[in-house]
């Protein structure tokens, strides 16, 4: 799997004041695989969150979720991902009815084993993970207080 991280942001209308009707600002990700790709969105104001959107195939095809793909070891590889490396502590899927959480305990093998771990959640500046008894980041020192 590769992964492309592409940072965006969009903006509305700036006012006489300077300020913007909205902004929006995160990095999409791109998790390619030979056959497909799927895309992912995380926004710079919400780091614990991140969204899959689409896929697209080799030939450039967009495709939108219909159910979440449990049994699909790329998907499966991509949530992990979001999870373990970016920091996601909610990763989630845009399915028809809207946006719905990602269950890691329905994915088979090792990804079930590591959603039944203790939790654990990761650091508000750096999102390194932060286990359990610990009462500030190990890499970088943030704290509560």
């Known amino acids: ?11 509305g209308e700036q006012d006489a004041n300077g300020l913007y009707e909205y902004y929006y600002s995160g990095v999409v990700y791109r998790f390619v695989f ?3 790709e799927f895309h992912a969105r995380r926004y710079d104001d919400t780091p614990g969150e991140a969204h899959f959107l689409a896929s697209s195939t080799s030939s450039g ?3 939108l979720f219909e159910a979440i793909p449990y049994d699909d070891a790329e998907f499966a ?23 719905v959480p990602v269950d890691f305990v329905r994915f088979p093998g090792e990804l079930r084993a590591k959603a039944d771990m203790p939790e654990s959640f990761h650091c508000f500046q750096c999102r390194a993970a932060i286990p359990e008894g610990l009462d500030k980041c190990p890499a970088c020192g943030w704290t509560w207080e």
């Open 61 to 63: 095809e967009r495709l």
């Open 77 to 99: 590889a991509a949530a992990a991902y979001l999870r373990d490396t970016v920091g996601a502590d909610a990763v989630g899927i845009l399915l028809p009815s809207g946006y």
């Open 34 to 36: 030979p056959d497909r």
């Open 1 to 11: 799997m590769q992964v492309i991280e592409e940072p965006f942001e969009e903006a």
